[in-house]
DNA sequence: CATGAATGAGCCTTCATTCAT
DNA sequence: GATGAATGAAGGCTCATTCAT
């Protein structure tokens, strides 16, 4: 049923709170565009304001400050931004790590305040804590993954985990840039292949992909 | 009358150009004391000048404004901030980059200003295409580095060269930061055997080992 | 059909003119609360609402601005603010003008307002001549009061009453925060002495005391 | 001689220090006529640097802000601008207090900011304080200089000094808008007169003028 | 009539840059 | 050349007042 359809219950026009939910959204909607574009700092609020199409008086009864809305921005997303939860044990290792990049860097591709990020991480320590917290978590949930791994002996027998960890994490922070930049096809699985390589012995490889995997499991 | 002919009187007075060199100098290290120490924004132009003992206008006589004195911060030190040459034919390949490694970032431990880049790379599209340039350079660099490895069949066959060069560039890149986090000795031990196992088959490491490594030179 | 008419129904709804007063007065009685509390500039005008329990835009409906409402409330107010009439023809003109001043002071204890005057006048050149005005009016009442006094010979033969009056006036004005500062309970009493003496010669007071006033008058 | 006459020692320019005195001086000027004539909150930082002639931003290399500038303003004018030292032993008290009012009006004349101060006692708690101390010294001045009166038994016996002093301070205070108001060329004369019969019995103004005061000293 | 979100002028302050000395 | 005072544009933020709902 489309809109045209409706009958009855129409608001002639969005309830109070709804309305600035509105606004406060076009705000943050501004905030990010003009942050991505030309950087947090030489953004003002004022410039935010009239993206937004709305006084600057009004920013800041939405938010206290342009740090704030950046906050708003970052909320929940931070850990959304950073690389995603993965699973080594698979028929094709290296085809589900690609998937699992594709998937990721499809999910991310817009969050284009990840090249704001460097900038502020410089001048505002509480973010740069938020953010380090973050890295920590995922950095121990890679870790995490790739001990189990190693506890069924798929892994390369003297691998050093929080280095790969660290290793992979950042590869995977830094890949959107690379896909980015490429036309190759097979980016993802060829970022996959060099971090299979990290972690799993060749002959490992070759077992998992002849194998039953529920056995591992 | 040349320097040379001066006899006496000269000693408190540095030639005039010289003495300038030594304020342009002071300058350059203000900067770059008080960049690192507060961020490119946070410092202003006064602070500069007051630090290297001069007047606030002196600051312009020598530069243009506050970014060129960051530009000539930059110039010359970016290659040396960028990962180093590699050499990957060698007895011990891993050893060998991981001794590397270690020299690069002593060298670099010092380029505080490492901080500062991504707070300027936002608001300078000059400098974001310098540094561009640069890695640019590097990973050609290491590409080429990496071909000859493959051309005397060195490396995983089916390697992607593109994409190894860009994830050892990441990882080198990075790598500082691990290393200051991690009390581990091994660490560039570790990190060197990452990439090893990312460029090289197993079997060609341990044939490396035994080997006379003037024979593929 | 009166209000008398209305048989049930009616109780929770005041009529609407009385509802809009009873808003009016809320707002009335705040900013006399919060101006008294935080001075004019520092009070705003959605300070003043939220107080009253109403809107912003409320405000505006009962008052034009907030000098409006400043008004409204010194309105009435500056004449009892300022000295009372006063009875110079008494058995026992000290004591009877100690008791003057003692009620006054009474009456105005409460009106804080006072303090927020001298901000007030000097960007408010109304409000300058508001009370510049009723100080006048003030003043005349004093001297003619003595002039009455005068008239029947009881003040200093070469008084000049309209130094007198003045002084009589400040000393009252300013009379409250003396008071305020002094545990001394006969602070009325010594006021009033010493206007006496400005007033009466001695020997009129004496006589004064064992006199038929009613003569006098 | 005339400035046309001075033949050398003339600089072109005034020294460093004392132009950058000027320019603090004209600031002190602009906010002096400013605050007087608009008031202290009319009166903004852009105001006062214009009415001086220089840029906004030159007004904060000399005032930290708009407070600092006043505080200078009355540093050491305050005690000034409070009454005087009075002399009350006197072949006759009437025209030496009458003097000593004229040359203290005369001397406040122009401290024009007299009418700032209220509007800032009820925001700036320091400045009240500091004024208060003020009339605090003021208040004993003039209470310790009528106690040697009454030791030598020339005021009314049942004189209470703190009421007197603090009458009399109002009165000085006050006067000189009662002057201004007057074309009366007597005013001194008379509030002098007033304040004497609160002081002195008739008896004892009347020996003064005819004794030699010397006796009393 | 009430509401409270929206407005935007205007204040305070900083700092890159210029320029008279 | 050197100096540092002067400049003034620009940013952050507040608040009296208006106006759509």
Redo the contacts with the bound molecule.
Sequence with gaps: MSDDEKLVGEFP?LP?QE??QV?RNALIESGYALFQAKGYEQT???DIAAHAG?????F??YFS??RQLLMSLLEDKIETFLPPEISWISNDPVSSLATSLENHYNRIHEFGLRHVLPELLSKDSELANVLEKARKRIHERIQSSLKQAREKGLVWSDLDLDTVSWAIMIIVENGLDKINKTENKCAYQDIAKLICRMVFPPTVLNQLRGSDVEAFE
């Design positions: 026009f109070k309305r600035a606004k003002t609020a004022k709305v006084a600057t008086g009004t800041y009864r400050d342009k």
